[in-house]
């Protein structure tokens, strides 16, 4: 029927019987069987209807006239008659056949008279059991009845060689015994009572299941197919388990598929679904030709269209869960597929019962896994498993699993849904979890797993109708370079997820569909092309649809990713190839933490617990991070490895490396580049963390992993592959990453201030330590101690500040008087720590960048500091890097704790003159310049070793240009500067006029602290011109003039002045005499307010006085007149000693 049109397979038929001169076959001879179907108890709808005495009459003496040489016609037959008249066309008339086909294929709506419709059935059952008409069988199929051994053996005489020729006309090759069977089992299909054993199998089962019972009456034309069809469905509810379902008896299931089987290349046989979709078959399918399922397969790909009648689709969606049962029951997937699987022998499996072999299920997965293993499978086998794959995701309702197990879930939630695969995706939705109300049964989840491993979405995303249609502009747009149909469409699908070309239904609709292709690695079918090969060697996996319980298909991907990062020190390593497949999954499942099955597993007591506020994209993991010191065991081994991947692959992290682009490009594209990253690009994204390209968010998700790396020194992986060796010997039971970088560099400065014969910490550790504590530097959060402590002081004094940039700590730094104790100590260690290694202190590297580069390029890198103090002052010197210096300044003159040079210089000279003030000193606390104004007044009296002189001196003269390094005099004078020299402390730049401003107003300073800060002043100006900046620069041509060859310190500059001033032959410049003179005048009053505290104040006030050659004189005068005196008094008295003596 496939080929031909009816009319020709009439003529065909009508030549072959009068070929062999049985034209009386088309007669009813009463000899050749009764005329009436034998009557079958308890099935009263099947018996033919009452007829009347005269259509009886009529019916048995036409069947016992004897036949005319043209034949017997059934137009003549007086029953018949005016419903041939009425339905069948004119020249069909004279042919039997063709009035045959004309009055069953008639429409539903249209009746015929209970005696037609009895003589037609008596006509049928005439010609399926008359041994005439087998005669002509075996004279036009002789071959093929010997090349079929079960029709070759079947008796003749019973009509069963004829039923036995429909059953395997897929293997009859001759033409014309094809054609004469094709138009049998037209007419053999139109009555189960007629398929040979159909009635002996099914007939306890018909009658159980009141099949029989269906459209009682004159209908019984129709009737016939409904037999059939209510059985179907009678076994896909029992295949569904459906409640009230009547089991079926083994026999006859298999005679109900035999059927459906039988009936599967012309839709003409399937009665029931025939009359159903007579009229949808004429809207959507009218071109469609006839056999070879054709006009099955149009009718299903037109199932959910919004013309297609209700009734059809129901008999098309019986029809399709007979398929999901035995493939067979799809005559194009049998024939495209039967080659295919006798090569992959897919029906050899011995472990399994046979119906279990014949599901489509079974078949779509044993040539699925020939397909993935790179096994040929035929393209027209492919093809039809493509629709087919199609149709399971379309329709829940074709697998039975889903409609057993899923059933709760299914009214619940996704009823209603059905249409175009919505309702599997509202299940693998509500198996996501997305709903956090209600939950998906484990047996269901287990049904929709084998569900997405048949239809294997995961090869051809066109499979899944839903996602398709949703996700259909996002692939025109951001995926339109790859071949429709590609499995890397998935993929591209993923990479532009939560982008702006991303639209909302087809993120939710890619999410659901990959939540389960991720639980199964076989899925990907890239990833298991690239890598089948390495899980069947590290992981000891099995075939494609195999699996182990050694091996769930879910800890696959978990084995391969721990080979995939292994150096080649730690044992065998995944091929190239695969570890780009398994970077790219671990990049797409960072996406979403539901990705991860094992996070999610172990995980979700914890995300319930922590994260149930964090549902944005990829808050979940960052919040599990967070907590992870907090998490349960298994929830922190898991989330513990995923970061310590990250740590060596940053790219895994998705949405960070999105985020990060222009700063990637900008400034990391080198690294970036390289296929196999070691956490350099993580490190080129913190070193650039505050360039002009850096944006918000990637900041943000910099820094959180920063803050991530300090919970455990394994989560830096650079860190922990230079000091692993180091970290077990030296400091062992350590995890915390910022213990281990305490720890170790504890270890490296004390072998260097020991000057150890060998450092400890090894030459490739101490270099990744030091990045490591640049970094730390960074963030106040990357410090846990100094933030905890901090952390009240933060939202008290530093509530607007941003973090990172070290703005928090900066911002602590210029509050430190009013910050806690705790804060305080600590802020005072880290600026202790700071002053020792600038390095380390972030804002100054930050601000004075380039003017290191300019300045101290040869400079030591414990130098830098010492460097920018000695170019402060250049006209090159940026302005910015010039006040941060003097931020500097300022703190390192609060203790000389905070000044390594001084320190080290004055080691001897602090505890031998200041003792009384380090006995009150705090270990934690500035001594707010204490010990450093005790040096400055022991310089005074020049009794400094010379090389904490020459450090005393430096800091003298850089006090003595900004009042603001001397704190001593800051915390005493404030507020007199205020009342007094409130405009020139104002001044931008500070040139020494806030002091000299004191000191002219000394008259007028009323607290005596500050006048004694200011008395000292002036006394260490009298020691060296140059800690008095406004009388050096006032004196600078006279000192070059008259005092050139004078050694600066000691006081020796000024006495040079004084004595030029006294010396009328010499003419200072005018300032210089004026300044001079003022000074002396405050000398003068300085005296008589602070009279020498000692010997050594009163020498160093006569040395420095105007008239010291007049008090140099009148002292020798006097000692003078004491010895002569001394020498008299001494003659006396021996003169009287001898007189007593004498006596």
Not at 31 to 54: C, F, H, I, T, W
Not at 541 to 547: C, R
Not at 965 to 981: A, F, G, N, V
Request: aromatic letters at 6%.
């Amino acid at each position: 029927m496939a080929t031909y049109s009816r009319s020709q397979l009439f003529m065909l038929l009508l030549s072959v019987v009068s070929l062999y001169g049985f034209a009386s076959v088309f007669g009813l001879k009463a000899a050749s069987g009764p005329a009436d179907p034998p009557n079958q108890p308890g099935l009263k709808a099947a018996e033919p209807p009452v007829r009347d005495a005269p259509a009886a009459a009529a019916a048995a003496a036409g069947a016992s006239q004897p036949r005319r040489a043209s034949g017997w016609k059934l137009s003549e037959e007086e029953a018949c008659r005016g419903d041939l008249t009425r339905l069948c066309p004119k020249h069909t008339w004279t042919n039997n056949l063709a009035v045959l086909e004309c009055l069953q294929d008639r429409r539903e709506e249209i009746e015929i008279a209970p005696d037609c419709n009895h003589l037609l059935w008596n006509y049928k059952l005439n010609l399926t059991t008359d041994p005439k008409f087998e005669s002509v069988a075996v004279e036009v199929c002789k071959s093929t009845i010997s090349e079929v051994k079960e029709c070759n053996e079947e008796e003749r005489g019973r009509g069963y060689l004829v039923s036995c020729l429909v059953d395997h006309r897929g293997n009859i090759s001759e033409y014309q015994c094809n054609q004469y069977i094709t138009k049998m089992t037209s007419i053999i299909f139109s009555d189960y009572r007629l398929i040979c054993g159909f009635m002996d199998k099914c007939k306890e089962d018909i009658n159980n299941l009141h099949c029989g019972s269906i459209n009682v009456g004159h209908k019984d034309v129709h009737s016939q197919g409904e037999v059939i069809s209510c059985l179907e469905k009678a076994l896909v509810r029992q295949a569904e388990q459906q409640e009230q379902a009547r089991p079926i008896r083994e026999e006859c299931q298999r005679a109900i598929l035999r059927v459906a089987e039988l009936s599967s290349d012309d839709f003409h046989l399937d009665r029931h679904l025939y009359f159903a979709c007579r009229e949808d078959r004429e809207r959507f399918c009218q071109n469609t030709q006839a056999g070879d399922g054709k006009v099955y397969k149009c009718l299903f790909n037109h199932k959910f269209e919004e013309a297609m009648s209700e009734k059809c689709r129901d008999a098309l969606t019986t029809r399709q869960k007979l398929i999901s049962q035995d493939y067979k029951v799809s005559y194009s997937l049998a024939k495209a597929c039967k080659l295919d699987l006798r090569k992959q022998r897919c029906s050899l499996d011995t472990n399994l019962p046979r119906a279990r072999e014949a599901r489509l299920s079974y078949l779509l997965l044993c040539l699925e896994a020939a397909v993935h293993r790179g096994r040929p499978v035929s393209g027209e086998c492919q093809g039809e498993m493509l629709d087919y794959r199609r149709m399971l995701m379309e329709d829940f309702s074709l697998s039975p699993e889903i409609v057993l197990h899923c059933r709760t879930e299914i009214e619940a939630h996704c009823s209603g849904l059905h249409r175009k695969g919505r309702t599997l995706h509202c299940l693998m939705r509500i198996g996501r979890g997305e709903r956090s109300s209600s939950t998906v049964d484990s047996v269901c989840q287990s049904a929709l797993q084998t569900l997405i491993q048949s239809a294997d979405p995961g090869a051809d995303y066109r499979i899944d109708r839903a996602l398709n249609e949703a996700c259909e502009s996002v692939i025109q747009t951001a995926c339109k370079h790859i071949r429709n149909g590609d499995p890397m469409i998935l993929s591209c699908l993923m990479e532009h997820l939560y982008t702006e070309k991303m639209v909302e239904d087809c993120e939710h609709r890619l999410l659901e569909l990959q939540y389960f292709i991720s639980r199964d690695w076989k899925l990907d079918p890239i990833l298991y092309k690239k890598c089948q090969g390495d899980a069947a060697r590290l992981c000891h996996t099995h075939g494609w649809n195999e699996t182990s319980e050694l091996m769930p298909p879910g800890a696959v991907f978990s084995c391969l990713y721990r080979h995939a990062y292994r150096t080649e020190e730690q044992g065998r390593r995944l091929s190239r190839d695969c570890k780009v497949e398994v970077q790219r999954i671990l990049h797409q499942r960072a996406l979403d933490v539901k990705l991860e099955p094992d996070l999610q597993k172990r995980c979700m007591t914890d995300l319930g617990k922590w994260c149930s506020e964090k549902t944005d994209t990829g808050q979940e993991l960052e919040c599990l991070q967070d907590h992870l010191e907090d998490l349960v065991a298994g929830c922190k081994y898991v989330v513990g490895n995923l970061t310590e991947l990250e740590s060596e692959d940053i790219q895994i992290d998705a949405l960070l490396i999105r985020a990060c682009e222009p700063i990637i490009q900008a400034h990391c594209h080198d690294v970036a580049d390289n296929q196999i990253d070691t956490g350099d690009l993580m490190e080129c994204l913190v070193q650039n963390k505050h360039q002009k390209e850096m944006n918000d968010k990637c900041s943000v998700g910099v820094t959180h992993f920063q803050l991530i790396q300090m919970k455990d020194f394994r989560f830096s992986y650079k860190f922990k592959m230079a000091c692993k060796e180091d970290v077990l010997r030296l400091c062992p039971n350590i995890k915390k990453k910022v213990d281990v970088v305490i720890c170790l560099s504890t270890t490296v400065r004390n072998d260097t201030l020991q000057e150890a014969r060998e450092q400890r910490v090894s030459l490739k550790c101490r270099k990744q330590l030091r990045v490591e504590e640049l970094e730390m530097s960074e963030d106040i959060r990357l410090d846990p101690e100094l933030y905890d402590s901090c952390k009240t002081d933060i939202s008290r004094l530093c509530s607007s500040v941003t973090f990172g940039n070290a703005q928090m700590i900066e911002c602590l730094k210029e509050q430190k008087k009013q910050l806690s104790q705790r804060c305080h100590q600590r802020i005072f260690r880290l600026q202790e720590v700071e002053m020792t290694d600038p390095e380390l202190d972030y804002q100054l590297m930050r601000v004075c960048k380039q003017m290191i580069k300019r300045f101290c390029t040869e400079a030591d890198a414990r130098n830098v500091h010492q460097c920018l103090k000695q170019n402060k002052n250049s006209e090159l010197m940026d302005p910015k890097c010039k006040q941060m210096i003097t931020k500097r300044q300022i703190t390192q003159n609060t203790d000389y704790r905070l000044n390594p040079v001084l320190r080290k210089a004055c080691r001897a000279d602090i505890p031998k003159f200041c003792q009384s003030i380090l006995n009150k000193a705090n270990d934690d606390s500035e001594l707010e310049g204490q010990v450093i104004a005790c040096l400055k007044l022991k310089y005074a009296d020049q009794r400094l070793s010379s090389d904490c002189e020459d450090q005393i001196r430096v800091i003298l003269q850089e006090s003595a240009l900004d009042y603001r390094l001397d704190p001593q005099l800051q915390m005493h004078c404030s507020d007199e500067i205020s009342r007094l020299c409130a405009e020139e402390a104002a001044a931008q730049e500070q040139s020494g006029q806030v002091e000299e401003c004191l000191k002219v107003n000394l008259l007028k300073i009323k607290q005596d602290a500050c006048k004694k800060e200011v008395l000292n002043m002036l006394k260490e100006s009298k020691a060296d011109i140059f800690v008095d900046p406004v009388l050096h620069t006032a004196c600078a041509l006279d000192l070059k003039h008259h005092c050139a060859a004078i050694t600066p310190g000691r006081g020796r500059q000024m006495s040079c002045l004084m004595e030029a001033l006294q010396d009328k032959r010499i003419r200072l410049q005018p300032e210089c005499k004026k300044r001079l003179q003022d000074r002396i005048d405050m000398w003068s009053y300085a005296a008589k307010v602070a009279p020498a505290e000692g010997f050594s104040d009163l020498a160093l006030q006569v040395m420095t006085s105007p008239s010291k050659n007049y008090i140099l004189l009148m002292i020798a005068l006097s000692v003078s007149v004491l010895f002569l005196v001394g020498l008299l008094c001494g003659r006396i008295s021996k003169r009287a000693t001898r007189e007593l003596k004498d006596r």
